[in-house]
């Protein structure tokens, strides 16, 4: 438990401190137990539309988590009211050798899919992203999952 909070706390401090241009949103999971009705709601805001933004779907988890992937669902809300729903695959483990991806640190695992590239905003303001899972069942153990929006350098 000591190392889950450490591990937890480096992950947080890591958020707060990325001076990049990079927005990294996260909603915890209750008891590491996704439950097929939870929805995680994090807000993006978004400043300059001239920038474009390639959008990951950060997930953090036990190590010991038995599935290979995780298929989700994610609503976009503009700050204008406009939404738009998309569905994507999580991998959580190499199809072939069963291995796990993303990067781990003691029993934790952190898994950044990347999912759009070359996100250019329409408006600026608040966006608000809902994500949920698919699959039918308590997703477990999850600690928790976000949006990251990294911005995307500028070619000279």
């Excluded at 992950?11 to 990079?22: N, R």
């Excluded at 989700?72 to 291995?99: A, F, M, N, W």
Aim: charged content about 25%; glycine content about 8%; some cysteine.
């Amino acid at each position: 438990m000591r190392k889950s909070i450490f591990v937890y706390s480096l992950g947080l401090l890591l958020m707060l401190t990325a001076c990049d241009g990079s927005i990294r949103q996260f909603g915890d999971i209750a008891q590491l137990q996704w439950q097929t009705d939870q929805v995680i709601k994090v807000e993006a805001n978004i400043e300059d539309t001239s920038k474009k933004y390639d959008m990951l779907i950060g997930l953090r988890h036990s190590s010991g988590i038995q599935m290979g992937a995780i298929n989700v669902k994610v609503k976009q809300t503009s700050p204008s009211g406009e939404t738009t729903e998309k569905e994507y695959i999580l991998y959580l483990r190499d199809k072939e050798t069963g291995e796990l991806l993303g990067s781990a640190m003691g029993d934790m695992c952190d898994t950044d899919t990347p999912v759009e590239k070359g996100i250019q905003f329409k408006e600026s303001g608040k966006y608000t992203y809902e994500i949920s899972h698919l699959m039918g069942d308590v997703v477990s153990p999850v600690l928790e999952a976000g949006i990251i929006l990294n911005l995307v350098e500028e070619k000279k």
